[in-house]
């Protein structure tokens, strides 16, 4: 872990100029405020809750999960966002697993792995967002209002649940068949996976695991199949 001009107080580690989490394992509820600055959060395996406002926020090829009842996982607003090829894991019933609002032109989430855990169909909102353009994801949390908000989505694969939104190349189908055993969290993607070869192209060159994606339709969410 990189610090540079940072404090730590309430819990929190609160962010004024720089911080980079690189490949590294953190321990439960690790929490983050970003007050100004850049926080970076790359190959890093966390349970985190994320704050941050009008800071530059970059969160790639990571593993995040929350497993207890809280904020969500990710409150971010204005600023330069990019979010690209984690797997984020919500296993709470209840309250928004991310909200994303208000970012800057440019700002990215593409390629994730969005899942919740529970079998039981719910009506929560899993993602609030505005102002991101969202790319190239598995939106999968078992809820009928699983994405709100004003935006754009494109070659995004949804479950029955939450249907497909409005957007280019966008999809839902059953989502017992996009994983190799979703009940063990084994999120790799299935042998007759939708979500193979439906990606936008040309966005990213590796996934979460540093394997090379194609350049042309590549797989969506944070795993490319071998």
């Known amino acids: 872990v990189l610090f540079s001009s940072n404090i730590q107080t309430d819990g929190f580690i609160k962010v004024r100029g720089e911080l980079s989490v690189l490949a590294s394992e953190l321990p439960a509820r690790s929490s983050f405020d970003c007050l100004s600055g850049k926080l970076t959060i790359r190959q890093s395996q966390v349970a985190p809750e994320i704050v941050s406002d009008n800071c ?4 790639t090829r990571s ?9 969500p996982m990710l409150a971010s607003t204005r ?8 797997l984020i894991v919500d ?3 209840g309250g928004n697993t991310l909200r994303m609002a208000d970012h800057v032109a440019g700002s990215v989430f593409r ?11 719910n009506s929560a909102t899993g993602f609030d967002c505005s102002g991101v353009e969202l790319s190239s994801n598995i939106i999968a949390l ?6 709100r908000g004003s935006c754009s989505v494109r070659h995004t694969l949804f479950d029955l649940a939450a249907g497909a939104a409005q957007g280019d190349a966008n999809i839902s189908a059953d989502a017992a068949t996009f994983f190799v055993d979703r009940t063990l969290g084994d999120y790799q993607l299935a042998a007759d996976s939708p979500a193979r070869g439906i990606g936008e192209s040309g966005l990213v ?11 042309t339709g590549p797989d969506v969410g944070a ?3 071998p």
């Open 205 to 215: 060159g590796v996934d979460l695991e540093g394997n090379p994606r194609p350049v």
């Open 111 to 121: 390629f994730n792995t969005l899942v919740h855990t529970t079998v039981v169909p």
């Open 91 to 93: 296993s709470e019933v």
């Open 63 to 71: 593993r995040l999960h929350r497993g207890n009842l809280g904020p």
């Open 142 to 147: 078992n809820s009928s209002i699983s994405l």
């Open 223 to 225: 795993f490319e199949a």
């Open 56 to 59: 530059t926020l970059e969160i």
């Open 79 to 86: 600023g330069l966002a990019t979010i690209e090829n984690n």
